[in-house]
Every structure is written in C-alpha cells, then in structure tokens.
C-alpha cells in the first residue's frame, strides 16, 4: 500500500473512486479542490491511498488554515458540513491519518478537524454536538405535501397570495442569491463568504449546482437558497431570506419550491444541512420531516490538547459578533471574505 500526494494525472481515478463509494460525499470530488485554491488562496494536501495492484483505496482531502486569529489547523473539508477520510479498509484509513499527521506537524498545523458521518476512528477525540437533518422523499410532491402541517401548509400559501414566485437559475440568479445573501449572513453577525467563491462553484460544476430564488411581485429577492446534487441526493447548504419580508412566509416558499423541485427530478433524499439539536434551525428542519443522523468530527490533536471551539457559541466571539451586526452592508461584503476565509 502506498500513500502519496494527488497529482492530477489522477483526477478522473480520484473521482471514479468517489463516485463508486457509498461513504463518499460530494466535496471529496477534486473540483472542489480547485474551487478552495482559487476561491480562498488556501493551501491543500490531497492525500490518496493505492492498493498493491495501484488502484485507489482511500483519499483524503485537507485543507490548511492559518491566520493571527484563529490560528493554523487542517480540515477536511472546511466551509462544508462533510469531508474526511473517505477509504475502502481500516488500514487504509490508518494509513491515510498515519500521513496526515507527517504532513499537519511539517505544515505547523495544530490540530486536524475530519467531518464524518459515521464513527470510523473510535479512538480519536471526536465531537458529536452537531447532527445533519434528512429528509426521504417519495415519488411525487403531493404526497410529501400532504404529510405537512396545518401551519406550515398556510405559511407557504401565504408568499403565493402575496405574489410572490420562484426562479431558477445558475450563474444568472447569482446576483439576487448573493444581495440576500451577504445581508443576512450581517444581520446574524456572521463574515460572508465573497462572491466569487459561489461563482467558482457554479462555474466548475454546471450540471449540479443551483440556486432558486423567490420574488416578491415587484421581482425583489427575498429569499435564495443554493443548491448542490450529488446521486441521488440534493442539499441546500446556503440559504437566506430578508427579515423585512419574512412575514410574508418567502422562505417557506422557497423550501417548498426546491423539495418539490427534487421530487419532480427524482431525487431520494434532501439534505437540510447540520444543525446543533434543539435550536432554532433544528426546529424549522423538523417542521418539514427531516430526521436527524449523528455527525462525528475526528480530531488529530498535535500535543493531547483539549478540542478547540473555533464556532460562533464560544463567549470570546460574541463581541465581535455583535460589533458585525451594526456595520454598514458594504462594509461587511467588502470585509467579510478576509474574515471568513480562515473560519472553518
């Protein structure tokens, strides 16, 4: 077995590996190692498993992130709620974290943060605050429609009596996603993410990335959600709405636009995204049927130290946080990408 670093006379091995592995997601395919590089200025080490025979039998993407305030560390995959060590045995994986370690201590990295679905390194630290909320979807919308509660059904009509409508597109809706976008991500005091970086993912990936955006009739955006297909699954990892139109139900329109969307597509399953239970976001996921199923985030740790709490819920970021929250908009997008792009 030998371990080595991807180059790209292995691209299309890379991702036939990926696409042929049940525990694979889509931020193991090498696009998004691009998409990072050009969107970010990251650095990365693509790490890859051959058996005897030389074919694949585990990769490993990572990415490093370093700055004055958060530090340096490796994740795989950052932005994103999955990524890891994706591999055929457990020697494999032993191997590939056995690398990744050698290439972290090198680097200067303190720690490595591995997002998995599963438990597959029992015997790493591992934090399980966090679950991700599916939802199977049958055949034909109607039937998942007729499964939603009373209030939720009159939320979503609620947009429609409004005049409200849905649109989607690629590269063309990126604007109207983006405008809600950025201000929300400011009114929760959270650094947003340049444009660009959704510009390079439409752009690498045209067939299976997305967005739908809601109108009001006067054809203002007032809620967007981006999202990404990968087999038989679609997931919305970034969605917005503005506060000022959110009485007028525009974000539950958008929801039951995009999963009546997956149904007609014939997609088998819609991925909410992580949320920590009980809160908030947990809720409005639940309300549609998602169910939830564990997280796990592995840690190599350099020196045995605690897991470190790089989130919004740590007390020493909720100044900052609401400092954010009162800076003009522009500021904000102007800003916010040199912030964020070291915020795993």
């Given at each position: 077995?030998?371990?080595?670093?991807?180059?790209?006379?292995?691209?299309?091995a890379?991702?036939?590996?990926?696409?042929?592995?049940?525990?694979?997601?889509?931020?193991?395919?090498?696009?998004?190692?691009e998409i990072?590089?050009?969107?970010?200025?990251?650095?990365?080490?693509?790490?890859?498993?051959?058996?005897?025979?030389?074919?694949?039998?585990?990769?490993?993407?990572?990415?490093?992130l370093?700055?004055?305030?958060?530090?340096?560390?490796?994740?795989?995959?950052?932005?994103?709620?999955?990524?890891?060590?994706?591999?055929?045995?457990?020697?494999?994986?032993?191997?590939?974290?056995?690398?990744?370690?050698?290439?972290?201590?090198?680097?200067?990295?303190?720690?490595?943060?591995?997002?998995?679905?599963?438990?597959?390194?029992?015997?790493?630290?591992?934090?399980?605050?966090?679950?991700?909320?599916?939802?199977?979807?049958?055949?034909?919308?109607?039937?998942?429609?007729?499964?939603?509660?009373?209030?939720?059904?009159?939320?979503?009509?609620?947009?429609?009596?409004?005049?409200?409508?849905?649109?989607?597109?690629?590269?063309?809706?990126?604007?109207?996603?983006?405008d809600?976008?950025?201000?929300?991500?400011?009114?929760?005091?959270?650094?947003?993410?340049?444009?660009?970086?959704?510009?390079?993912?439409?752009?690498?990936?045209?067939?299976?990335?997305?967005?739908?955006?809601?109108?009001?009739?006067?054809?203002?955006?007032?809620?967007?959600?981006?999202?990404?297909?990968?087999?038989?699954?679609?997931?919305?990892?970034?969605?917005?709405?503005?506060?000022?139109?959110?009485?007028?139900?525009?974000?539950?329109?958008?929801?039951?636009?995009?999963?009546?969307?997956?149904?007609?597509?014939?997609?088998?399953?819609?991925?909410?995204?992580?949320?920590?239970?009980?809160?908030?976001?947990?809720?409005?996921k639940?309300?549609?049927?998602?169910?939830?199923?564990?997280?796990?985030?592995?840690?190599?740790?350099?020196?045995?130290?605690?897991?470190?709490?790089?989130?919004p819920?740590?007390?020493?970021?909720?100044?900052?946080?609401?400092?954010?929250?009162?800076?003009?908009?522009?500021?904000?997008?102007?800003?916010?990408?040199?912030?964020?792009?070291?915020?795993?």
């Open positions: 077995m030998k371990i080595h670093l991807y180059d790209p006379g292995y691209r299309d890379w991702d036939d590996f990926v696409m042929k592995n049940d525990s694979a997601s889509c931020y193991h395919l090498i696009g998004w190692k990072i590089e050009k969107s970010f200025g990251h650095r990365t080490w693509y790490l890859l498993s051959r058996d005897n025979a030389g074919s694949i039998n585990g990769i490993l993407p990572l990415v490093h370093k700055s004055i305030l958060f530090g340096s560390f490796g994740i795989s995959m950052p932005f994103f709620n999955y990524g890891g060590i994706c591999a055929k045995d457990d020697e494999a994986r032993g191997n590939l974290i056995r690398e990744a370690a050698i290439v972290a201590g090198a680097a200067g990295m303190k720690h490595i943060e591995l997002r998995h679905c599963d438990n597959i390194l029992p015997q790493m630290p591992v934090k399980t605050s966090k679950v991700t909320m599916h939802l199977q979807l049958p055949a034909r919308y109607e039937e998942l429609k007729a499964s939603f509660g009373t209030k939720l059904r009159s939320q979503i009509k609620r947009a429609a009596k409004e005049g409200m409508y849905a649109r989607f597109g690629g590269l063309d809706e990126l604007n109207s996603f983006y809600v976008f950025s201000r929300n991500m400011r009114d929760l005091g959270t650094p947003v993410y340049a444009r660009k970086f959704f510009q390079n993912i439409l752009t690498t990936f045209p067939d299976t990335a997305r967005i739908c955006t809601v109108y009001t009739k006067e054809g203002i955006p007032a809620a967007s959600g981006f999202l990404i297909s990968f087999k038989d699954a679609i997931e919305i990892p970034w969605a917005s709405s503005l506060r000022s139109l959110n009485r007028f139900g525009p974000n539950m329109f958008l929801y039951s636009t995009v999963l009546e969307f997956a149904c007609r597509e014939g997609y088998r399953k819609f991925d909410f995204g992580r949320s920590t239970p009980g809160e908030g976001t947990y809720k409005f639940e309300q549609w049927g998602a169910k939830p199923y564990q997280l796990y985030w592995h840690y190599w740790m350099e020196n045995g130290e605690p897991i470190p709490e790089i989130n819920h740590n007390p020493k970021y909720s100044l900052a946080i609401k400092i954010w929250q009162h800076l003009p908009l522009q500021l904000t997008k102007l800003a916010g990408p040199c912030v964020v792009k070291n915020l795993p």
